[in-house]
């Protein structure tokens, strides 16, 4: 189902896909940046056909925020219109009702969706503090929300939760244990030829795995962020872009920007740096 979507991974991250999808539990993945992460609940969505709601987590984000919030602006304008009007006494009973409720995606996710329940991706957790954390417990064990002026608004049918971490710090045990958890490594030289091939078919076989063994040689340097797999696939496309049929320590350092995001990497590829790679890469491909 996920190969459909070109969604290439291993049997224990398809094992345990499937396991969160027949237990209707959380799955909680973790791992390095631009290793799939994401894309997995994208796949699910669109092979199952279901809604992709996305909570994108942040430094501070609040149950509020995440949950609902109230149109202030259009409940002042309302509240003129019966001042004016003399109404106030009908606008008391309406003003905190469902016209002026604004759904996050928390909130979202609990509604009834065409198709069945949606998939509900609550992206980069480790961003968030902990008494957001605390907050998700209730969610994500009884599929419910609490919103004080209108009562708790409970899930019909549990959304299918992914939940993704890049470690930037440990997320609570107590969120954990109501997931099922997958560490999502770096794939191997084979696997990752076949994610290229399946994202960027117009590569050649010749380009796609020179380009797949640099990326796995740089991933063994001492760099402040080492390149995902998004990276390679971006890197791939760039070179197809600028019709590269083969890699050259110039072509890498003119285009060093597709794999690396930090001038500290960079600078350490500049000059003979990328000729070595390049040639340890190149002989990692010829044959024992």
Known sequence: MLAAQDYVCGRPLATVTFLALR??????LEGEAGT???????ALAAALGRRLIRLQCYEGLDAASAVYEWNFAAQMVAIRAAEAAADTDHLRAGLFGPDYLIERPLLQAMRPQPGGAPVLLI??????????????????????????????????????VILTSNRTREVHDALKRRCLYHWVDY?????EIEILHARAPQASATLSREVVAFVQRLRTEDLFKKPGVAETIDWAKCLLALDVLTLSPEIIADTLGAILKYQDDIARLQGSEARRLLDEARKSLQPA
Do not use: M, N, W, Y
């Not at 237990?23 to 909680?28: A, E, M, N």
């Not at 799939?36 to 994208?42: M, N, R, V």
């Open 23 to 28: 237990l209707g539990r959380p799955l909680f």
């Open 36 to 42: 799939g992460k994401t894309e997995i609940a994208k």
């Open 123 to 160: 992206d980069e957790i480790d961003r968030t503090d902990e008494p957001f954390e605390a907050f998700l417990l209730e969610a994500l064990s009884d599929f419910q929300v609490t919103i004080p002026e209108l009562g708790t608004v409970k899930a019909p049918e549990p959304p299918i």
């Open 187 to 191: 794939p191997a030289f084979d696997r």
